[in-house]
């Protein structure tokens, strides 16, 4: 009996134990979520298929203050600086430089500084870097200093240098920054061409696209690196794209191939790569912002406005050169009604007196209308001595054929002239007497005038019969 009780509690033992690992069996150990800041320590590489923008851009200032507490003077963890590095990068990037590009470039540049000085321990490189030596200089610091453990902290350094760059393209420090950046993403790219996904293209094609081709720019070699980008990322990653519209289609001034990228990154379907989706969210709403501002960047031409009753221009010739013929006829006619009050010399000072005594020019006229066999040359002189004495209008009929032989007589004539044109030159209030004067000599008789040139021959005749 006491033989066969024992398999019989054995079995019992043996169910209770199965009974008790099966029930264990259904309750797996849980595994925390890394926090959501953690996504954007690296965004090129790190999966990440959430869409929701509003939650990581919420998350991240207290993940930054969170892995700044963990950064201390005695720090020596290489990971941790590239880790920090890489969250105020995708940061920056992701978020913040679409609405606070100051605010963007100081997270740029406390990244950039967290890798930097880090590689700064290094002497060579340090010396080469403070000193601002040579870009040959500079690069061969680099192959000195470091090695392959140490690219990924020059990748973030370059990153967030590059990203420091293109927020301050309007600033000369910045942009002579640019061969440094270059410099080193070109070391990260002789360890690994397909280091971080094909960024470091990306960010290549975009320092040499930052710079038109008249001031150090490369857009030639811009378009390589973009490809590169692609091809390196199989075309999974529209940020890249994005950055391909936004610095090289536009240094080519392409507005159809700005145009034709962005469209094609904002009717990608969401999930088009999922282990990409939150940065592939970021790039389609970068890239309906440049959409909305397109005229912004591509102004288009647009024609000028006819002039108003000018007549439609020939098929063969432009609108500008119509208008200006259609405005001349408009200007010509308005000038032959002044053209006899610049003829004759008393409407010349009737028109100056006319605002004074708008009667004076109907009297004057009608002298001129008497005589009209007087020469064009015979009107000139008057104008300086009409204001002084109209009546003797017609004197210098006569005196132009002895003007050779007495000079002396035109000389005590020709003061008159002079003195009349410095009384014009007084205030106002004189034209006043010489419209009175002028008055007196209007209504002088027309009959007495003819006398005065005779008396003058006769005058002329007896000096010159005397100088004989």
């Not at 010739?317 to 013929?325: D, F, L, S, V």
């Not at 028109?351 to 008497?370: F, I, K, L, S, Y």
Request: glycine share 4%; hydrophobic share 30%; charged share 25%.
């Amino acid at each position: 009996m006491h033989f066969r009780s024992f398999p019989v509690a054995r079995y019992v033992l043996i169910f209770t134990l199965m009974v008790s690992l099966t029930s264990c069996a259904h309750k797996p150990k849980a595994v925390e979520e890394p926090p959501p800041g953690t996504f954007l320590e690296d965004i090129y590489t790190t999966p990440n298929p959430k869409t929701d923008l509003e939650t990581f851009d919420t998350a991240m200032p207290p993940h930054l203050q969170y892995l700044d507490t963990l950064i201390k003077p005695s720090t020596e963890d290489v990971k941790l600086f590239t880790r920090v590095s890489g969250a105020y990068y995708g940061y920056a990037h992701c978020f913040v430089e679409d609405r606070d590009r100051k605010e963007a470039a100081a997270l740029y540049l406390k990244g950039r500084d967290y890798a930097l000085n880090e590689l700064r321990y290094y002497r060579i490189f340090d010396t080469a870097f403070t000193y601002k030596q040579s870009i040959e200089a500079f690069r061969q610091a680099l192959i000195d200093s470091f090695s392959k453990a140490n690219v990924p902290l020059v990748y973030w350094a370059a990153m967030n240098w590059t990203g420091w760059i293109t927020v301050n393209l309007n600033k000369p420090e910045a942009v002579a920054d640019i061969p440094r950046a270059i410099a080193m993403l070109e070391y990260v790219d002789s360890y690994d061409q397909s280091y971080g996904n094909g960024s470091v293209h990306a960010a290549l094609g975009t320092l040499c696209a930052a710079r038109s081709k008249a001031k150090g720019g490369d857009p030639d070699r811009a378009r390589e690196e973009f490809e590169k980008a692609f091809s390196a990322s199989f075309s999974s990653t529209l940020t890249y794209q994005v950055s391909f519209a936004k610095y090289y289609s536009y240094q080519a001034r392409n507005r159809e191939l700005f145009q034709k990228t962005l469209e094609s990154v904002a009717e990608k379907p969401e999930n088009f790569s999922p282990d990409m989706n939150f940065v592939n969210e970021v790039a389609r709403k970068k890239a309906r912002a440049l959409l909305k501002n397109i005229d912004r960047y591509f102004k288009k031409p647009q024609p000028k406005p006819a002039a108003a009753g000018a007549q439609p221009a020939d098929p063969g010739k432009p609108p500008q050169e119509g208008a200006p013929q259609a405005q001349e006829p408009a200007v010509q006619k308005t000038e032959p009604p002044a053209q006899p009050q610049e003829s004759a010399p008393q409407p010349q000072q009737a028109t100056g007196q006319a605002q004074e005594t708008p009667a004076q020019p109907q009297e004057q006229v009608q002298p001129v209308q008497e005589a009209p066999a007087q020469p064009r040359e015979e009107v000139r002189p008057p104008q300086e001595g009409a204001p002084q004495n109209p009546d003797t209008s017609a004197q210098p009929r006569e005196e132009v054929s002895p003007a050779q032989e007495t000079p002396a007589q035109p000389q005590e004539s020709a003061p008159q002239p002079q003195q009349a044109a410095g009384q014009a030159q007084e205030p106002p209030a004189q034209p006043q007497e010489k419209a009175a004067q002028t008055e007196e000599g209007a209504k002088l008789p027309r009959e007495e005038n003819p006398a005065q040139p005779q008396d003058a021959v006769k005058e002329t005749q007896d000096t010159a019969a005397q100088a004989q």
